[in-house]
């Protein structure tokens, strides 16, 4: 057994090129060509560099370019390999763009891995002004995301512009870094993270980080009184049952 491979992760993508008779509450008359993956950054835990692989990367890329086919094989890879993927509403919108594309280009499913959404997490425990990533930076001051020129530097992407490929994947790049540390500061409010001593054959951990635990006093509910432990080094709480079972009575 081994520690769970965490894998941190980022995508970008361009727009759908449809036809519509007006500008405002566009209903789409034709999608001439679908929206697909720009580029991916991603970060493994425990790794000290973010990576970014691009469309523009492989040998057979062209500019205004349809296909991501040789995008989506690399990030396969990337995803079969994790244990748990990390994103920031990666559940709604990350890991099902990825998905759609995968099915798109022909590709089986990974191996199964789960999904810590930060976004998700925080809207279960707690509500700020806003919840976009680059305005919890700010207020948590842990960075901010890459200021850019807005769409134009995707459609510059779309035409090839060599420069705004090199911005995008700086953008792509920042925004994992940042996802980071927005991951550790969150860390022990995520109720519902994999188990890591499932992962790394243990029993005694924290099931977040796999920190070193040390006993809190009790918990009870209404059948049973467990142990109550937090975590030393990402400050997270679990309960473990009492040796023997305890019944409430």
Known sequence: MSEPRILFLDVENIAELIWAWGIYEVNAIEVE?????????????????????????????????????????FIWKLLDEADVIIGHN?????????????????????SPYKVVDTLVSLKKVARGPSHKLDAIG?????????????????????????????????????????????????????????????????????????????????????VCKLQRFKCQSCGAWSTKPLKPFSVVR
């Open 33 to 73: 060509r679908p929206g697909h993956l720009l580029s991916m950054a991603y970060k493994w835990r425990g790794d000290k560099k973010t990576q970014v692989i691009a469309q523009c990367d492989f040998k057979d890329y062209k500019p205004k370019s349809a296909s991501d086919k040789n995008l989506c094989k």
């Open 90 to 110: 990666a559940q709604s919108f990350d890991v099902k763009k990825i998905n759609y594309r995968f099915i798109v280009n022909g590709l089986t499913p990974t």
């Open 138 to 222: 700010k207020v948590m001051k842990i960075g901010r995301k890459l200021e850019h020129e807005g769409w134009p530097l995707w459609k510059k992407c779309y035409l090839g512009d060599k420069r705004a490929w090199a911005k995008m994947k700086l953008y792509n790049k920042q925004d994992v870094e940042l996802l980071e540390k927005w991951y550790d500061k969150l860390l022990p409010w995520i109720s519902n993270h994999p188990n890591y001593n499932l992962y790394a054959g243990t029993i005694d951990k924290c099931p977040n980080c796999g920190g070193h635990l040390t006993r809190q006093g009790y918990t009870v509910t209404r």
